[in-house]
């Protein structure tokens, strides 16, 4: 699952604008959006005959494996996501956050609509799991590409795709703008030459292509039911990432992203899956039992595999990037809407907004990762760790998507609930499958997951629950703008008190009276409101209202997919009371210190999650890039 870089500029309209042609957006798709269901091939097929179930190499099994490919590919990827889930978008834009969002404008005062929230927010945090997976297994799966060339090279792959992995890391920070322009034509080459070895072998042995009738896929559960069903657990390897096809919509539009795949990537992934499966059936029996180890990198001659070993490399980078970015984008959506504290953001270019790079996020996935691969060692062991993440993703989508049938689409539910049942057992069934791994591994992207979901859910509850007790105490503003005009003296200049609140007076501008003993000529009560869409319309980034004795309270409205920029957003807000010259403006803060309390609320040991995470949060300073010799931080204490 990865997610694209979005514009900076947006329409008037708050949707997302596509520059260029839609064979261009579907050219730029590829490079971006493809890496992670694309480089599966490596290892998807090999697993479902090596991995802990082990498979018999005869004709039979090939096709039941080939066929299950196959028709996973088309009901998961092609229908669910691509035609059906990409018709939800918020404005836009796709993804679980954002079709929470979507959702929840809809059924947010119903009984069930906080359920809808949570399911989002966990598959959330199993993209988490997910993301640290993906680059280890990816890098290794081909960098072990080379003990196929030869078998001495074997002590050089950890090496190897450390380095890699680490380098891949340390280039975030400077941005992926410029690299980013050689992965389109990266991507079409590899795909080009993983689907011209997959039709080669498939000419010499046409007979794989009778995997293209479901029976073969139910002949494999009739011969071998329980394997068949465990196989299930690697077969859904080949659909890895096709949640990512849906995060991304925003950045290339639906209809490149549809033309993509369709058009080039599906047929290119389909043609190397079918192409391993004949290898396989027209291999002797010794020699299909050595191919099996590694069938991707023996679809090529030997004078070519060093070269392919090469090219899969640079695609596994280029997966891998696009996961990691996503990782970004997907934290920072989750700060604008409240699940996770201000983290430092910096934007690695001046023109894409989207291209975001989060030091936190970075390092944690580069040691998860690092300790991933020094753990499992090799890729095939990483594959029992692999799945049960994206598996779960994909079915909570699946509710989600009844959800959206029926609460925002208005479908009769006689007509919702056959097609939702159809995905849930296939979903439920590769979900079920991966459970099987748990003790091999799975259980990693279920803890990740498990204390992401905590994290996330322990800062939206306890910033609610602290909103709550500081909004019990505030006096409204309208009073204190009254009782203040002659009790205290007024300086020249601007003071911009940042508010969480549209309502009362914030405990900065109480502080601040009391012991400075002074108010500036203009106090401008100032509330970041991120929206439950993407982006906002330019026309209405801001709101105000004038209280008379030069207050005022202002409301600047970001999307979730926006930067919060507080000086560029005054700089539009010219209605209260002039323009903002920053060196006549000071920002106050305020910085709440939390103390633990027998009121109901949160458990205790919650309570200090939560305060451990408001102490490491960025400082607000930092996140609505406030100047920083103008800002004057006051602290006051909360109990909840």
């Known amino acids: 699952m990865s997610e694209a870089p979005a514009p900076a500029h947006q329409p008037p309209s708050g949707g997302h604008a596509h520059s260029g042609s839609k064979a261009a957006l579907a050219v730029g798709a590829i490079g971006i959006v493809f890496g992670d269901i694309g480089t599966s091939p490596l290892y998807a097929f090999r697993e479902t005959f090596v991995g802990p179930h082990p498979l018999a190499l005869d004709t039979a099994h090939v096709l039941g494996v080939v066929s299950l490919i196959f028709w996973s590919m088309t009901l998961v990827v092609a229908i669910q996501y691509v035609t059906i889930l990409m018709r939800a978008d918020n404005k836009g834009q796709g993804g679980s956050l954002a079709l929470v969002a979507l959702i929840s404008r809809h059924i947010s005062k119903s009984r069930y609509g906080w359920l809808a929230v949570l399911l989002g927010v966990f598959a959330t945090s199993l993209f988490y799991g997910d993301s640290m997976i993906t680059p280890a297994i990816s890098v290794l799966s081909a960098v072990e590409g080379l003990t196929v060339v030869d078998s001495r090279l074997d002590q050089l792959v950890i090496p ?20 980013g322009a050689l992965f389109a034509p990266v991507m079409i080459v590899y795909f080009t030459v993983i689907a011209s070895m997959g039709a080669w072998q498939i000419f010499q042995t046409p007979q794989v292509l009778w995997a293209l009738n479901p029976y073969h896929a139910v002949n494999f559960f009739i011969l071998d039911g329980t394997l068949a069903f465990l196989a299930l657990g690697s077969v859904v390897l080949a659909v890895t990432g096709s949640e990512a096809l849906y995060s991304d919509m925003g950045h290339f539009g639906r209809g490149p992203m549809r033309l993509s795949w369709f058009g080039f990537v599906m047929p290119c992934l389909l043609l190397n899956y ?65 699940y996770i504290p201000r983290l430092s953001i910096r934007h690695t270019s001046e023109t894409e907004g989207g291209q975001i790079y989060i030091p936190v996020v970075n390092w944690a996935l580069m040691v998860a990762v690092l300790i991933l691969v020094l ?45 939702v049942l159809i995905f849930l057992i296939v979903d439920g069934a590769y979900f079920a499958a991966n459970l099987s791994k748990v ?67 914030p405990s900065a501008l109480l502080h601040n009276i009391k012991h400075n003993k002074v108010l500036h000529e203009r106090v401008i009560i100032l509330t970041v409101n991120i929206t439950d869409a993407p982006y906002v319309d330019p026309n209405e980034r801001c709101e105000y209202n004038d209280l008379g004795d030069g207050f005022y309270r202002a409301v600047l409205n970001y999307g979730f997919m926006e930067s919060t920029d507080v000086p560029l957003g005054l700089k539009q ?47 607000a300073m930092d996140f609505f890039k406030l100047p920083t010799n103008r800002v004057v931080e006051l602290g006051s204490q909360v109990e909840i």
Not at 160 to 179: D, E, M, S, Y
Not at 394 to 417: H, N, P, R, S
Not at 584 to 592: D, E
Not at 593 to 605: F, Q, R, V
């Open 160 to 179: 190897i795709a450390l380095v890699l992995l680490v380098f891949l890391f340390v280039l975030q920070k400077r941005g992926t703008a410029k690299v």
């Open 573 to 619: 807000m010219e209605r209260c009371g002039g323009e903002f010259d920053m060196m006549q403006t000071s920002f106050f803060l305020s910085r709440q210190t939390l103390l633990a309390s027998d009121k109901p609320g949160m458990p205790i040991w919650r309570e200090k999650i939560f305060a451990w995470m408001l102490r490491n949060s960025a400082t």
């Open 274 to 338: 079918f192409g391993q499966g004949a290898m396989i059936i027209g291999l002797p029996a010794d020699e299909a039992a050595q191919a099996i180890q590694s069938p991707f990198f023996f679809l090529a001659n030997e004078d070519w595999r060093l070269p392919l070993v090469f090219l899969a490399t640079v695609a596994t980078f280029i997966a891998s990037q696009a996961v990691i970015s996503g990782a970004f984008s997907i934290t920072h959506q989750a700060i604008q809407m409240g």
């Open 439 to 505: 003790p091999d591994g799975g259980w990693f992207p279920l803890i990740v997951g498990l204390i992401a979901f905590t994290l996330l859910t322990t800062w939206a509850r306890g910033r609610k629950l602290m909103r709550e007790r500081m909004s019990e105490v505030a006096l409204p503003m309208e009073i204190f703008a009254k009782s203040a005009k002659n009790s205290a003296t007024r300086v020249p200049g601007t003071a911009i008190f940042m508010a969480s609140s549209t309502a009362g007076v």
């Open 375 to 419: 753990t499992f060692q090799n890729s095939s062991s990483l594959a029992s760790a692999y799945g049960i993440a994206v598996t779960g993703a994909v079915t909570i989508d699946t509710l989600l998507m009844a959800v959206l049938f029926v609460g925002v689409w208005k479908w009769k539910w006689w007509y919702a609930l056959p097609v």
